[in-house]
């Protein structure tokens, strides 16, 4: 009887480990299929941390809103509102702490300062991973192209949905960071 609860026992953990991923990867599946593009401009880096794995880190230009209200405050979770501007790239319109019935896309985050008026924030998808043997060449090539380029020639290219977000390329030039190593 003891080895029968054990079994069972086993097999409804064997069903959640893999039940919680494939749902992970289905909402992410989701977001890529459903949600709408964006692409948001990035900014030049720091160096390269060799403690943080094989990913490119990102920074963006969109990384704080200019608001009259003053409540604010460090770690607060936050929506922000985002809209295509006239060059296709994303733009904050509206910051909220509670969910707004606007028809608009929104990112939650947290707010990493406010200092009149102005409230920072860090986007929720800094983190680009790559193929192992490519990342070291892509975060030079990602850092040298942001520093000399045109800030639209390096941008993210998210996907969004409800609050959601999926970071699916880096693109330099046009060309996904993946191809442009290997030019």
């Known amino acids: 009887m003891k080895t029968m609860h054990i079994f069972i026992g086993f097999v409804v953990i064997a069903l959640v480990q893999i039940f919680v991923p494939s749902q992970m990867i289905r909402e992410q599946e989701d977001v890529l299929k459903s949600g709408n593009s964006y692409r948001f401009k990035t900014m030049p880096i720091d160096p390269t941390d060799p403690f943080r794995g094989k990913y ?102 998210v996907y969004v949905k409800e609050g959601r977000s999926v970071l699916q390329d880096v693109i330099i030039d046009g060309i996904s960071i993946q191809d442009y190593v290997e030019k």
Not at 60 to 80: C, H, L, P, Q
């Open 56 to 157: 490119i880190t990102l920074n963006y230009e969109m990384n704080s809103f200019t608001i009259a209200d003053t409540s604010f405050v460090y770690g607060d979770k936050v929506r922000v509102y985002i809209e295509k501007d006239d060059m296709g790239f994303a733009k904050a319109v509206r910051l909220s702490k509670k969910s707004l019935e606007i028809n608009k896309d929104y990112v939650v985050t947290r707010v990493t300062g406010n200092y009149k008026g102005v409230v920072s924030f860090e986007l929720p998808f800094d983190r680009f991973y790559m193929e192992e043997t490519k990342a070291k060449d892509a975060e030079r090539a990602y850092t040298k192209v942001n520093r000399d380029s045109l800030k639209e020639n390096v941008y993210a290219k």
